[in-house]
């Protein structure tokens, strides 16, 4: 919709629209220029709500109808260059991005095409082992999403209240004010809510973003009337208050762009900074006429111009920066950054002018059927892309399974943990095992998030999850506590258990470490759970007496109010009094020293770089992370605390492997695939059985 509201132009709203995009692109770009652009797209509901909430109001849709006719408008207006966009990037990263991309880009593809994206990326978001995942060219495509629910609901409501006014004898214009006021209030107090409880799913779903629109649409509403159709806000007298208003609202989104980071939890009550900026800027005005206000600023030809063609740059920029990423294999650097601005600033402008255009012409706005069949065939033209890359990826995954269950079964002295420190030939890149396409999904089982089988105590309530896996009548136990770094060791010790016929019992949370400490999260009630689960978990391992508890952890989190010196002292601390109680309780406790850590995503390094594997690697001072549970099992002398370190598994004496034994060794940037944990059990094993000897002959 152009920035009109009725017939009058708003130059001020293309202003507001230049501003919104270049915050987001010089974000996407140089997010340190500006750590808070992300706000940009707060103002773009802001905006989208305003105008289409005034047209609605100036014309009430009455009938079905008309309710088609809308909805064959937005048809036009966002179809044709989304799914241009959405195309062209399935293509890009089918031909230039590494096959580790594919399957994702397919999926957020398809789920785009419908709208739904958002769903789809709130329902990942929250996974916390998802959260190293490299972010698909299409997935900017969750604001777009909102927005067309936005559409499909919003008339309805509109339609609705205005239907009930006129039977009540009640003013429209009221009755729109306060179904809009409620709609905004409740929706914003869901969404403080949500972000404090579920941070990572309340920035994508639609109720926790709606009252942005809504706050829009209120506006809308409150400034139009039947008889003025919507002129008041523009022809308001450009005196100093308002534009004084109107300066203030530009204040708040700079503000809010320039203070805020990806550490300020968002939205909540912070999205109200830059909400309440449109807000009054849209409220107030800024007619190019006024000379108080910024109306003359923003109706400068080149601000006017990219407020033209905003839609498309927002849709450009994104892909261009996730595919020039994958394929440089490095971050927006100034360079690549001018390039990407320049060629996101050339395909806007011909999108604009040879796609956007047209399909707004006049003479289209009578042919609904039409524009509904062809939109759903250019849907269906998407979906059938996107799968058909997806079925593509699920034959690799297939064969890549069989080539894994081979390799196991074989097995040998160059296969995974077993090569370290030999003289082993290397495969060639399409025998690697697991495929690099499907090592991001080579986990144990301990991961399974969808399903039956759930293993993990999550934030924020961190609730008990245990689970059973081996004999599940073996008599004797092995318990695993930790969090997601011990989980990862889960197929050694199922390797053994089938040897063994031991029960193996987790006890399992995502991030949170098995320390008697305050750990930091960005929920603050998962402070407290966090460290309710350690205690209640400790308890109750003293209590069940396991004949092993093996223990392993990444120092995820800071100790809450500590900087990194004393982090690390507090969990040596707390690692103290959680494993000391339990070798005090006689148990035998064996702690795994934790895993070298790469820092960024293996299988998309190593399918950038297919056969030059060296290329993934790093240095072992770099890799090997610090675990204070080393210092604490050294310092405590106890035959029952004992430490095994497998570090030599995977590092040479300076540097550590992405690729060991033609097996790549992570699934992200700090988990062992479980196909490489497979081939560590013959290493683990003597420290388990040490252990447990132990364990039998402390005293009864």
């Known amino acids: 919709m152009s920035a009109r509201e009725g017939t009058v132009l708003r130059t001020d709203i293309q202003g507001l629209r230049a501003l919104a995009v270049a915050l987001v692109v010089v974000y996407h770009l140089h997010a340190a220029a500006v750590p808070g652009g992300f706000v940009g797209v707060d103002v773009f509901f802001v905006i989208s709500g305003f105008l289409i909430t ?28 989304s799914l241009l966009v959405l195309v062209a990037s399935l293509v890009a990263t089918r031909l230039l991005a590494p096959e580790t991309m594919w399957a994702a880009t397919a999926s957020d593809a398809r789920a785009a095409a419908l709208y739904v994206v958002n769903w789809a990326l709130a329902g990942r978001a929250v996974d916390y082992l998802a959260s190293d995942d490299a972010p698909t060219a299409v997935q900017h495509f969750w604001s777009l999403s909102v927005e067309e629910q936005f559409y499909f609901l919003w008339p309805l409501l509109v339609a609705g209240v205005v239907l009930l006014a006129r039977r ?17 209030a409740a929706s914003f107090a869901w969404s403080v809510h949500l972000t404090r409880v579920n941070p990572a799913a309340a920035y994508f779903v639609t109720p926790a973003r709606v009252w942005e629109l809504a706050a829009g649409g209120l506006v809308a509403a409150w400034l139009t009337d039947r008889h003025q159709r919507g002129k008041r806000a523009a022809e308001r007298s450009p005196g100093a208050l308002p534009a004084l208003g109107a300066w203030t609202g530009l204040a708040l989104i700079g503000l809010a762009a320039a203070t805020y980071s990806a550490a300020t939890p968002f939205p909540g009550h912070h999205a109200a900074l830059p909400v309440l900026g449109a807000v009054l800027l849209i409220a107030c005005g800024a007619p190019r006429e006024s000379r108080l206000g910024p109306g003359r600023l923003m109706a400068l030809r080149p601000v006017q111009w990219l407020g033209d063609v905003s839609y498309s740059v927002y849709l450009w920029h994104w892909p261009l920066v996730v595919i020039t990423v994958a394929v440089t294999g490095h971050e927006i ?40 069949a062809v939109g759903a065939l ?35 002295p160059c296969f995974g943990a077993a090569a370290v420190g030999r003289r082993c030939p290397e495969a060639s890149y399409d025998d ?114 396991p ?31 959680v494993l000391g ?9 064996l702690a795994i020293r934790d895993t070298p850590a790469p820092g960024r995503s293996i299988p998309d390094c190593v399918a950038s770089e297919r056969d030059d594997y060296d290329a993934c690697a790093g240095p072992r001072r770099t890799w090997l992370p610090e675990d204070p549970v080393v210092d604490v099992v050294a310092a405590a002398h106890d035959p029952l605390l004992r430490l095994v370190d497998l570090t030599d598994r995977f590092c040479g004496r300076t540097e550590c492997r992405a690729v060991n034994g033609n097996v790549i060794t992570y699934f992200d940037g700090h988990h062992i695939t479980a196909t490489y944990a497979h081939t560590l059990a013959p290493y683990l094993e003597p420290a388990v059985l040490d252990a447990l000897a132990a364990g039998r002959s402390r005293p009864s």
């Open 54 to 81: 005034a047209h609605l109001v100036a014309r009430p849709p009455r009938s079905a109808r008309d309710l088609g006719a809308f909805w064959g408008r937005r048809i036009r207006r966002l179809l044709p260059a």
């Open 168 to 184: 009540r004898g009640v003013s429209t214009r009221t009755a729109l004010v306060a179904a809009f006021a409620v709609v905004t």
């Open 333 to 372: 650097g100034p360079r690549t950054g001018a390039a990407v601005l320049v060629a996101t600033l050339l395909l806007a402008a011909g999108t604009e002018r040879l796609v956007e255009r047209p399909f707004r012409a006049p003479r289209l706005s009578l042919q609904v059927r039409r524009t509904y």
């Open 378 to 412: 250019a849907m269906g033209v998407v979906v059938a892309l996107a799968s058909v890359q997806l079925v593509e990826v699920q034959r690799r995954s297939d064969e890549a399974a069989r080539q894994l269950a081979a390799a196991l079964q074989d097995g040998g």
């Open 432 to 545: 690697l095992v697991p495929a690099a396409a499907v090592a991001a999904d080579d986990k144990a089982e301990a991961y399974g998030d969808v399903g039956p089988r759930s293993c993990w105590s999550a934030e924020p309530d961190f609730a008990d999850v245990p689970c059973t896996f081996g004999d599940a009548d073996g008599t004797v136990t092995v318990a695993l506590f930790g969090n997601s770094h011990a989980g990862q060791w889960l197929p050694a010790l199922q390797a053994l258990a089938q040897d063994h016929g031991w029960r193996i019992e987790t006890r399992l949370a995502s991030r949170c470490a098995s320390a008697d400490i305050e750990q930091d999260f960005d929920e603050p009630e998962a402070v407290g759970t966090c460290a309710d689960w350690v205690r209640r978990t400790a308890a109750e391992l003293v209590e069940t007496k």
């Open 547 to 577: 004949d092993l508890v093996v223990v392993s952890n990444r120092m995820q989190a800071q100790a809450v109010g500590l900087d990194d010196a004393g982090t690390a002292e507090a969990y040596r601390e707390g690692y103290a009094r």
């Open 581 to 589: 109680g339990i070798a005090d309780a006689g148990i035998p406790v």
